[in-house]
């Protein structure tokens, strides 16, 4: 199994920064890809970004101006938030895919939450 635990997210003022962390635990070395979503109060959750493992990136449409997402090991992650818009509010979550013995598994953050606002 692997853990995925975000952290970072906060108040920002529009065009501020933020960057979000995900750090994993467990099976680390079973990961393929990591995933950003985000899900704004009363909306459904929404894709932000991909980073494979082979440093692959695709972003959506909201996020290609001003995300970045990387990575420094196999278990930790982030994304780089500039930019920013009240419109990125949502929490951010953290989804992580591995691969073992040949099939995927996923596995959820618990979420955390980004306000942009004046």
């Known amino acids: 199994q692997v853990q995925p635990v975000e952290s970072g997210g906060g108040l920002a003022q529009p065009g501020g920064s933020l960057r979000l962390s995900c750090t994993t635990s467990?099976?680390?070395?079973?990961?393929?890809?990591m995933v950003w979503y985000r899900q704004p109060a009363g909306k459904e959750r929404e894709l932000v970004a991909r980073?494979?493992?082979?440093?692959?990136t695709d972003y959506a449409e909201p996020a290609k101006d001003g995300f970045t997402v990387s990575r420094d090991n196999y278990n930790n992650f982030y994304s780089q938030m500039n930019s920013l818009k009240p419109e990125d509010t949502a929490v951010y979550f953290c989804?992580?895919?591995?691969?073992?013995?040949?099939?995927?598994?996923?596995?959820w953050g618990q979420g955390t939450q980004v306000t942009v606002s004046s």
């Open positions: 989804h992580v895919l591995t691969l073992r013995n040949g099939r995927s598994y996923d596995y």
């Open positions: 467990g099976n680390v070395f079973s990961i393929y890809e």
């Open positions: 980073l494979h493992i082979r440093d692959n």
